[in-house]
């Protein structure tokens, strides 16, 4: 069976797409590596992991659109979020120091980002 997830750690995100959500724990890095494993059990990419001009390493936030389906390895899928992977293979800062105000700016590109890729696949 195949359905549109969004596997994301932004509270933002999971709140205006409560059934399509895909909660990760963690950082920007734990939701590639949930969306590489998603990949590895035939999901196929429906939004690029590193969309925007905000770098994986900036944000605390990050949402990545995916089919969830089971199936042969989507190879193009495979390679861009291993891209993802490795571009943000940087040390990861602590976004702790971040107050809320930054946090909720974060949150809100992020979703704005989502919401743009959902619409323009309906194109």
Not at 29 to 39: E, K, L, S, T
Not at 91 to 101: E, Q
Request: charged share 25%; glycine share 6%.
């Amino acid at each position: 069976m195949e359905c549109a997830r969004i596997f994301t750690n932004n509270p933002a995100v999971g709140a205006a797409y409560p059934d399509a959500t895909h909660w990760v724990e963690g950082n920007v890095r734990d939701v590639f590596v949930a969306v590489r494993d998603a990949v590895h059990r035939g999901a196929r990419l429906l939004s690029h992991p590193l969309c925007g001009s905000v770098k994986p390493w900036e944000s605390p936030y990050r949402s990545v659109w995916v089919l969830a389906r089971q199936g042969a390895l989507d190879f193009a899928s495979l390679r861009l979020i291993e891209g993802a992977m490795a571009v943000s293979g940087r040390p990861w800062p602590h976004h702790a120091h971040y107050d809320a105000s930054i946090r909720e700016d974060y949150q809100l590109i992020d979703l704005e980002l989502m919401k743009s890729a959902i619409k323009n696949s309906d194109k």
